[in-house]
C-alpha cells in the first residue's frame, strides 16, 4: 500500500514537473537593446540597456525564480549548478508583474542594482560588442532559450519576427509591445502571422461550441427539474384524500359556528333556557298539587305502591280539565313496584 502511495505521488510531482516545464518553454526571449541612449527610461530616470521576454501561450505563467546569462561557460555539462548559478542573475519573487499574462510581453533592466527594483538586474550587458544572451528554467539546469546579439549602433534593438531575428531601427524599437507591428495590416494577416497553423483559431472555435454544449445542458437540465417538480405537485393536488380532509375542515367550521351562536345565546341568557325553565316550575308545582314526594326510610327494599304515574286517562283528565283534590288520600290506582 505504501509502494503504490508513493508511485501515486511520484506520478503527480512528475506530471507537475512536466506541465511546469511546459509552461516555462512558453516564455522567450523577444527584443534586446544594449546601448539606450534615447529608448525608456526606468523608474530612477535613467536609460539602460533592457531584455524584453515573451509569453507565447494563451495562458498566465510566472517566471519568477527563473534566470538569464551572459555567460557562456554555463553551457558546460559537467558545470555545477551552485557554481552555474553564480553565473546567472535570477528574477526575484515578490512583484505582481513577474505574472505575464497570454501573448503579453515584460521588460527586465540589465546593467542596474536589484535593490533599485524587482526588474532591475546585476545581469552585465556590453553595449557596443556581440553578446550571447541565456534563459534558464528555475533549476538551471534547462536552457529555455538564447540568442546572439550582434553589435549594435545607439537604440538599436535586436528582435525576434516568428523564428527570425532581425535589427530593428531606433524608431521601431517597441519594447513591452508586440514586434514590427503594422498599422495598413488586416486582421486576417495579422492572425495568419501570429498563427500560421491555426492552432489557436481551432481550439478557440471548439472552445466555444463546448461552452455553448455546457450551457444548453446547464438549461435543459434545471427546465427538466422544474417541469418534473410541476408534475409532482399537480399529482399531490388532484389526489382524492385532499377531498375528505376539505370536507371535514368545512363541517368543523360550521360546527365552530353554531357552537360559538350556542355560547353567544348562552351568555345573553345567562346559562338558562327559559323554555326549561318554565318546564321545571310547572312539573314542581304539579308534584305539590298531587302531594307526591319521596319518604327516605333509610332501607332499600322493593314494594308495591300505588302511584297515578299509570293511570292515563286521570292524568289527561287532570291536565285537560284541573282538579283541585278534596283529599289527601290518593286514588285507588294500579301498583307498581317501588325501589327505596
Known amino acids: 500500500m505504501n509502494k503504490a502511495r508513493i508511485l501515486l505521488c511520484g506520478m503527480l510531482l512528475a506530471s507537475t514537473m512536466s506541465a511546469m516545464a511546459q509552461g516555462a518553454k512558453n516564455i522567450r526571449l523577444n527584443e534586446v537593446l544594449t546601448n539606450n541612449t534615447t529608448s525608456i527610461v526606468d523608474e530612477f530616470g535613467n536609460r539602460e540597456a533592457w531584455i524584453e521576454v515573451e509569453?507565447?501561450?494563451?495562458?498566465?505563467?510566472?517566471?519568477?525564480?527563473?534566470?538569464?546569462?551572459?555567460?557562456?561557460?554555463?553551457l558546460d555539462p559537467k558545470m555545477s549548478v551552485p557554481e552555474r548559478i553564480k553565473r546567472m542573475s535570477v528574477i526575484p519573487n515578490g512583484d505582481p508583474r513577474?505574472?505575464?499574462?497570454?501573448?503579453?510581453?515584460?521588460?527586465?533592466?540589465?546593467?542596474?542594482?536589484?535593490?533599485?527594483?524587482?526588474?532591475h538586474l546585476s545581469l552585465p550587458v556590453?553595449?557596443?560588442?556581440?553578446?550571447?544572451?541565456?534563459?534558464?528554467?528555475?533549476?538551471?539546469?534547462?536552457l529555455i532559450d538564447s540568442v546572439t546579439i550582434p553589435a549594435l549602433a545607439a537604440?538599436?534593438?535586436?528582435?525576434?519576427?516568428?523564428?527570425?531575428?532581425?535589427?530593428?531601427?531606433?524608431?521601431?524599437?517597441?519594447p513591452g509591445i508586440e514586434n514590427f507591428i503594422k498599422t495598413d495590416e488586416t486582421k486576417d494577416?495579422?492572425?495568419?502571422?501570429?498563427?500560421?497553423?491555426?492552432?489557436?483559431?481551432?481550439?478557440l472555435a471548439m472552445g466555444i461550441v463546448f461552452f455553448c454544449l455546457a450551457v444548453l445542458f446547464v438549461f435543459f437540465w434545471i427546465f427538466g427539474l422544474i417541469m418534473r417538480?410541476?408534475?409532482?405537485?399537480?399529482?399531490?393536488?388532484?389526489?382524492?384524500?385532499?377531498?375528505?380532509?376539505?370536507?371535514?375542515?368545512?363541517?368543523?367550521?360550521?360546527?365552530?359556528?353554531?357552537?360559538?351562536n350556542i355560547l353567544q345565546d348562552g351568555l345573553k341568557t345567562k346559562g338558562i333556557d327559559k323554555e326549561v325553565y318554565i318546564?321545571?316550575?310547572?312539573?314542581?308545582?304539579?308534584?305539590?298539587?298531587d302531594d307526591v314526594h319521596d319518604v327516605e326510610s333509610g332501607i332499600i327494599t322493593i314494594k308495591s305502591r300505588q302511584t297515578g304515574w299509570t293511570d292515563e286517562s286521570s292524568q289527561m283528565t287532570q291536565f285537560s280539565r284541573p282538579v283541585i283534590p278534596t283529599s289527601h288520600h290518593a286514588p285507588n290506582i294500579p301498583t307498581t313496584p317501588e325501589i327505596h
Open 55 to 74: 509569453n507565447t501561450s494563451f495562458t498566465t505563467y510566472n517566471i519568477r525564480g527563473m534566470y538569464f546569462t551572459t555567460d557562456r561557460s554555463v
Open 279 to 289: 318546564a321545571v316550575i310547572s312539573m314542581a308545582l304539579k308534584q305539590y298539587q
Open 155 to 174: 537604440d538599436q534593438s535586436y528582435a525576434r519576427h516568428g523564428r527570425e531575428w532581425s535589427v530593428k531601427s531606433p524608431e521601431n524599437v517597441t
Open 229 to 260: 417538480h410541476l408534475d409532482t405537485a399537480k399529482k399531490v393536488v388532484n389526489t382524492q384524500p385532499i377531498k375528505p380532509i376539505t370536507k371535514t375542515v368545512e363541517v368543523t367550521q360550521d360546527i365552530a359556528h353554531v357552537t360559538g
Open 98 to 119: 513577474t505574472q505575464i499574462g497570454g501573448r503579453q510581453h515584460l521588460v527586465f533592466y540589465c546593467n542596474s542594482n536589484p535593490s533599485e527594483g524587482k526588474l
Open 189 to 203: 494577416a495579422k492572425l495568419k502571422r501570429e498563427d500560421p497553423y491555426g492552432v489557436g483559431i481551432t481550439l
Open 126 to 142: 556590453p553595449t557596443s560588442e556581440p553578446v550571447w544572451i541565456g534563459f534558464y528554467n528555475g533549476n538551471a539546469v534547462e
